[in-house]
């Protein structure tokens, strides 16, 4: 039991992974007031432009900045038709997850011919787990050989990245004036350009690290978890930090929490496929659809009444004098 307990909290780690990052990214933006529902075609873009650019130079860090560098590109998309041109954020947002969804495949199979995938990343061309030293001396020790090799040990860069980047994006979103600021437009924006701040430049840069740390999250998808980008592999993952976001009322730690939860349901969904109760086999697609019902039970019925910021999805329009 115990060593089921820790594979199972172990594949918490990566499936929640890709949620944190997303989660945090949302998390940037929608502080400083702009709606993210696009999380999933950032992820989705990022994931397809560092595994192909990975798959063709071999180098895991091209790939990386390759799919930091698209979800950037996206997110200032984003900013042009929201900030700039005051457009509707929920509707620009589900334009750029379609268009990242089309737009990936299509590439894909124009330029691999393997029906939207990459060619399957190996060597440098991925990044592989980090092996923790003395890890196999410590296997057979009884409970600390597990929690050290199997729980700690062996994850890649990108995983151990995103739980650090958890208490790096709370210092800087309450502990310093970038921080403050940005929490003070999405709540009140007329002050903030009242006291010659400029709105614009501030929400645009709250997008750009939104961009940086879904390009992470869309790396880590393909780079790392399955060294391959396969279409649509995001799988609703932006949608569901969106949903981390909210449960977690818009914090850090709280989001993070969120996030390895619905990770934890989705491991264990994944560890439950082909289980039998009473002798009947429950249906794999009952069985994969678990996180995503009790997600929905879980925002329908625990998150109290979670307050978003005051000048969320509102565009800012300066004041003439």
Not at 25 to 40: D, K, M, P, Q, Y
Request: some cysteine.
């Amino acid at each position: 039991m115990y060593e089921t307990i820790i594979l199972l909290l172990d594949a918490t780690i990566r499936t929640s992974t890709p949620l944190i990052f997303a989660a945090l990214a949302g998390l940037f933006s929608e502080r400083a007031g702009v709606v993210n529902i696009a999380l999933e075609g950032k992820l989705l873009a990022a994931a397809f432009a560092s595994a192909a650019v990975a798959a063709v130079t071999g180098s895991a860090w091209l790939g990386l900045l390759a799919g930091v560098g698209v979800a950037v590109l996206f997110a200032l998309l984003h900013g042009f038709a929201t900030i700039t041109h005051k457009g509707d954020q929920v509707v620009s947002g589900m334009a750029i997850n379609v268009l990242a969804a089309g737009l990936t495949v299509t590439l894909g199979r124009h330029w691999f011919q393997q029906g939207g995938q990459t060619p399957a990343l190996s060597g440098d061309a991925r990044f592989a787990p980090i092996a923790f030293p003395y890890e196999h001396a410590l296997r057979d020790v009884p409970l600390v050989g597990d929690l050290y090799s199997e729980l700690m040990s062996g994850h890649s860069l990108l995983e151990y990245l995103a739980l650090a980047a958890v208490p790096l994006a709370w210092w800087v979103l309450f502990r310093t004036r970038f921080g403050l600021r940005l929490r003070a437009v999405g709540e009140a924006p007329a002050a903030v350009d009242t006291a010659g701040i400029s709105v614009v430049w501030l929400r645009y840069r709250a997008l750009i690290i939104c961009g940086v740390l879904a390009g992470l999250g869309g790396t880590y998808l393909s780079v790392a978890q399955t060294a391959q980008f396969i279409p649509n592999m995001s799988a609703g993952k932006g949608y569901m930090a969106l949903a981390a976001l909210v449960f977690g009322k818009w914090r850090p730690w709280t989001a993070l929490g969120a996030c390895v939860l619905f990770g934890f349901l989705d491991a264990a969904a994944i560890r439950l496929q082909g289980l039998e109760l009473w002798g009947f086999a429950i249906p794999v697609q009952l069985i994969e659809s678990l996180p995503y019902l009790l997600t929905v039970f879980l925002l329908a019925g625990f998150i109290g009444k979670a307050i978003a910021p005051k000048a969320l999805g509102t565009a800012y329009v300066k004041e003439r004098e």
